[in-house]
């Protein structure tokens, strides 16, 4: 996303965003490119006082070493935004955890040969990282909602965060507890089940409001499935049919009416059944919004766009 789409992200989401220096144009691009992005990665500072650390980074390891730095009392300070020195390298399994959204994320473990760097964001939270010091929970919470704006934005569920920790056997971080001295460990599969909890809210709040008692649910009615091979089949030979012409219909409205939630596709076209050029223009948007680019969003459904579509937004995928 570009730096005004994040700090917009951030803002909807409840965060109090500060924007640093020359942030926006603030990176390592020179080094490599940024992206596709995959994933977020939380950190902790292992310090005081880190912002300018943050944003000039060291001897040998030059800034921004991360894209947000968030203070004890919340406040998220925009220091970079491109590729940043803060995740180094990851081993394949642990970077693939988050790429394909597992629900699980194993060990790291093996050769570290991916450039995690080029392809996640990353928070550097404030804390000492010796166990003892702990994230006030106003912290804590704005981490939360740092983490679900990425994910709201580019329609990742809650298993596209990990700790730095769960990405290399090379760090700790983050570590320490959580609301007071004595509060529980960091634990990052919680961190994921809170950032899951604020994606559930449909809209993002303006403002930050305190985190609503989970109520009990009623039984939520069977989801209908869209079948890939049959919206492919739509996507390829609709736009070549006269106007409204329709070779799945019932898949493509699932489909379309998604992408009409997202704010992709106008209703004039939402409900017309026809994966026709202005379909095929909505879905290469929300590719993109995935993280893809190129020919991987040119608009013909693929199985993990589609059903991060459908998680998101109520059907399932027959693949
Ligand atoms: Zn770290």
Known sequence: MTASQFVKALEDEGVDVKEYRSWRTHNRNHKGA???????VIHHTAGVNSLALCYDGMAGLPGPLCHTHLAKSGLATMVGHGRANHAGTFPANAFNAM???SSTHPRPSGAETVDANARTYGIEIENLGNGRD????????????????????????EHSVIGHKEGTTRKIDPKG???????????????????????KKDEAPSKPTPAPKPKPKPAAP??????????????????????????????????EAALQKEGLLSAAYAKDGSFGTLTRTAYAA???????????????????SLEKLGTKRGFKVKA
Request: aromatic content about 10%.
């Open 286 to 304: 929300w590719q993109r919004r995935c993280g893809y680019t190129g020919s991987a969003a040119d608009g013909i459904p693929g199985k993990a």
């Open 99 to 101: 790429l394909n959204e």
């Open 34 to 40: 940024w992206g596709n992005v995959n994933g977020v």
């Open 177 to 199: 507890p959580i609301g007071n001295a004595g509060g529980p460990q960091f634990d990052m599969n919680q961190f994921r089940k809170d950032v899951a909890a604020r994606l």
């Open 134 to 157: 702990f994230y006030p929970q106003k912290q804590y919470d704005a981490a939360v909602r740092w983490a679900a704006a990425i994910c709201r934005f580019h329609g990742w569920t």
């Open 222 to 255: 069977a989801k209908p499935t869209v079948d890939l091979s049959n919206l492919i089949a739509a996507a390829r030979r609709d736009p070549g049919l006269k106007q409204g012409g329709t070779t799945h219909p019932a898949d493509v409205k699932l489909v």
